[in-house]
């Protein structure tokens, strides 16, 4: 269901605020263009245009900086060129700094969403003050502000975990005066204290999922706020009191993973059962007198950029291509079967159905792509020696209703897929980890096992008597030590489970497993540079029973004995720049401190 979040008014309250004023008096004169606060804020209508225009901020995709966190990370690779990129990207080598684009318009996205959050804040403590809600509005007034609130915790949380460590500014209100305009940086800890507050008060006030009166699925719910809650403790490793968020979220909230593996990652999967947060792009309601990188068009790039057409292009890079591909499937599942039309005989499925539902592989016979079998897509999609890659991402991409991605209407660039943050199965993945870390192996490897069941994959342990799945382990094998599990869980099972989604997620896996496990980025390079793969022609048989060669090495393999291609190369350059002092966090944006009288 599409709810129609543009196209609504949008209410600034300007400031005017810039940084050529030498003094008060300019802020003191009143600009006719300008809406006066006193004509406006009068009614929950009024209160309700800011919050849609608070909504609108999850267009932007500088909000979350998707594609520019894939590819700092290890979950995205440039593939403009191979073996290496004519044009490096600034965040897959590590050489963004306080100057760079990117990390000055996050700052100002964040922000910016912090303040229309804060209008209706005000706006609806106006109201209250004023004697104007009646008790048929309350549920109305309480429901506002629980959203907004929940969005002024989420936009400094997205700038927490993003830049200084976590020291930010905290905008508690509209400005008013260069004073309240220019504000320091606060210390990390008073930022997540206010963070927590925000969004503790949206998880006891929000409706819960399925539960709004009007039916509008695309509004945000209080398992996102608990899920978003149990993160902040996870990430100081106080597993305890995460698990009491992550736990709440999967019991009482009305989530269930998604069984129709068609409604993962498709059009016809949009707020499927598993999802806690989603983005709502519009195809019938684009507004095209912006352009499609201003974030307001209600459409998004990201197809554009996981599907192969720009410097910025963020493909699957070769590490992870590879581990999907050599999933093991469980060969008791019979969803991992398929019918070969050549022969009329049973035949195992050629990649897991998690790679399936991910990732674009070439060796994906049995998989839709593009309207055609993965491995016959026409062009440069996979590609080991020119311009292409080893896998793309599906999470973002059109390929389940459209021939082409420059079909989508009005162009490559204005995508109308929903962008999934949260979902069941990564807050189940984060309850994991915090059993795997208070000894409770068992419990972790039954909520990673029920993942692993939705996909049809081999499942972690002994089978201690279980004939209906097939196991890693035999009943004689010891079981896995919380250390094992944790290693498998850092390189493997989150990765390739929640691999390219949410908010720099993978990046802030790293900063956090670097103090429980002393494996951050750091470490993770050192793997990636020391990685050696190859790249291998496909051979496959056609649908006339002829055999055929997909030239280029579009495949991966650990076996050089028929390489065309060495992929040892895509993490050279990030390892010898990294610097986790100067890269662990983005810096203060330049902008904000050439502006901003208060920073140093």
Same mark, same amino acid.
């Given at each position: 269901m599409k709810n129609t979040l543009l196209k609504i008014a949008i209410v600034f309250i300007t400031l005017g605020v810039t940084t050529s004023c030498n003094n008060d008096e300019f802020l003191d004169q009143s600009n006719p263009n300008e809406i006066d606060i006193s004509n406006f804020w009068r009614n929950l209508d009024e209160t309700q245009t800011g919050l849609h225009a608070?909504?609108?901020?999850?267009?932007?995709?500088?909000?979350?900086?998707?594609?520019?966190?894939?590819? =700092?990370?290890?979950?995205?690779?440039? /593939?403009?060129?191979?073996?290496? %990129?004519?044009?490096?990207?600034?965040?897959?080598?590590?050489?963004?700094?306080?100057?760079? !684009?990117?990390?000055?318009?996050?700052?100002?996205?964040?922000?910016?969403?912090?303040?229309?959050?804060?209008?209706?804040?005000?706006?609806?403590e106006k109201i209250?003050?004023?004697?104007?809600?009646?008790?048929?509005?309350?549920?109305?007034?309480? /429901?506002?502000?629980?959203?907004?609130?929940?969005?002024?915790?989420?936009?400094?949380?997205?700038?927490?975990?993003?830049?200084?460590?976590?020291?930010i500014i905290i =905008?508690?209100?509209?400005?008013?005066?260069?004073?309240?305009?220019?504000?320091?940086?606060?210390?990390?800890?008073?930022?997540?204290?206010? &963070? =927590?507050?925000?969004?503790?008060?949206?998880?006891?006030?929000?409706?819960?999922?399925?539960?709004?009166?009007?039916?509008?699925?695309?509004?945000?719910?209080?398992?996102?706020?608990?899920? &978003?809650?149990?993160?902040?403790?996870?990430?100081?490793?106080?597993?305890?009191?995460?698990?009491? @968020?992550?736990? !709440?979220?999967?019991?009482?909230?009305?989530?269930?993973?998604?069984?129709?593996? !068609?409604?993962?990652?498709?059009?016809?999967?949009?707020?499927?059962?598993?999802?806690?947060?989603? $983005?709502?792009?519009?195809? !019938?309601?684009?507004?095209?007198?912006?352009?499609?990188?201003?974030?307001?068009?209600?459409?998004?790039?990201?197809?554009?950029?996981?599907?192969?057409?720009?410097?910025?292009?963020? /493909? /699957? %890079? $070769?590490? &992870?291509?590879?581990?999907?591909?050599?999933?093991?499937?469980?060969?008791?599942?019979q969803r991992n079967y398929y019918i070969d039309p050549l022969d009329n005989t049973k035949k195992i499925r050629n990649v897991s159905l998690r790679a399936s539902s991910m990732l674009a592989l070439v060796e994906d016979e049995q998989t839709m792509y593009y309207e055609v079998p993965t491995h016959l897509v026409q062009g440069p999609p996979f590609n080991g020696v020119k311009w292409g890659g080893f896998g793309w991402w599906k999470k973002y991409t059109n390929h389940d209703i459209q021939e082409l991605e420059t079909d989508t209407p009005n162009g490559f660039a204005y995508s109308a897929k929903n962008v999934t943050l949260i979902r069941l199965s990564g807050v189940m993945l984060n309850l994991a980890e915090c059993k795997i870390k208070t000894g409770d192996v068992q419990g972790a490897l039954t909520l990673i096992n029920t993942i692993r069941k939705r996909w049809g994959l081999v499942l972690l342990g002994r089978p201690n008597g279980d004939i209906a799945y097939t196991y890693d382990k035999l009943d004689t094998d010891p079981e896995y030590t919380a250390d094992e599990l944790m290693q498998h869980f850092m390189r493997v099972e989150k990765p390739l489970e929640m691999?390219?989604?949410?908010?720099?997620?993978?990046?802030?896996?790293?900063?956090?497993?670097?103090?429980?496990?002393?494996?951050?980025?750091?470490? =993770?390079?050192?793997?990636?540079?020391?990685?050696?793969?190859?790249? $291998?022609?496909?051979? @496959?048989?056609?649908?006339?029973?002829?055999?055929?060669?997909?030239?280029?090495? %579009?495949?991966?393999?650990? +076996?050089?004995?028929?390489?065309?291609?060495?992929?040892?190369?895509?993490? +050279?350059l990030a390892s010898g720049n990294y610097d986790e002092d100067k890269h662990g966090y983005y810096p203060i944006p330049s902008r904000e401190v050439e502006s901003n009288n208060k920073i140093d």
């Open positions: 608070t909504y609108k901020m999850l267009y932007n995709h500088n909000t979350f900086n998707i594609i520019e966190e894939l590819l =700092r990370s290890d979950m995205g690779y440039p /593939s403009l060129d191979r073996p290496l %990129p004519a044009s490096p990207n600034t965040f897959h080598i590590h050489t963004y700094t306080s100057t760079t !684009d990117e990390v000055n318009e996050k700052w100002q996205t964040n922000y910016t969403g912090i303040f229309r959050a804060n209008q209706v804040i005000e706006g609806l209250e003050a004023e004697g104007k809600i009646t008790d048929e509005d309350k549920a109305e007034w309480t /429901s506002q502000m629980a959203q907004a609130r929940f969005f002024r915790g989420l936009f400094h949380y997205n700038l927490y975990t993003t830049y200084n460590k976590g020291s =905008r508690k209100k509209v400005p008013t005066s260069l004073e309240e305009y220019s504000m320091p940086l606060s210390k990390a800890e008073d930022v997540i204290k206010f &963070i =927590r507050e925000d969004l503790e008060f949206a998880y006891a006030n929000l409706y819960k999922n399925g539960e709004y009166p009007d039916g509008d699925v695309s509004k945000i719910t209080a398992g996102a706020a608990g899920a &978003i809650l149990g993160d902040s403790y996870l990430n100081e490793l106080n597993y305890t009191k995460a698990a009491t @968020y992550y736990n !709440d979220v999967i019991d009482n909230h009305g989530y269930v993973l998604e069984s129709d593996l !068609d409604k993962m990652f498709t059009t016809a999967g949009e707020f499927n059962s598993e999802s806690i947060f989603e $983005v709502n792009y519009t195809a !019938d309601n684009v507004d095209l007198s912006f352009g499609p990188w201003d974030g307001d068009t209600g459409t998004n790039t990201f197809a554009l950029y996981t599907r192969g057409n720009t410097q910025r292009t963020a /493909s /699957s %890079p $070769v590490w &992870i291509a590879y581990a999907y591909k050599k999933e093991v499937k469980d060969p008791l599942d691999g390219a989604e949410g908010h720099a997620s993978r990046w802030i896996d790293f900063q956090r497993w670097k103090k429980s496990d002393n494996y951050g980025f750091a470490e =993770r390079l050192n793997e990636l540079q020391a990685l050696t793969l190859y790249g $291998v022609n496909y051979n @496959y048989i056609d649908e006339n029973g002829v055999a055929r060669v997909k030239q280029n090495a %579009p495949s991966v393999s650990e +076996d050089p004995t028929n390489a065309v291609v060495t992929v040892d190369y895509e993490y +050279d």
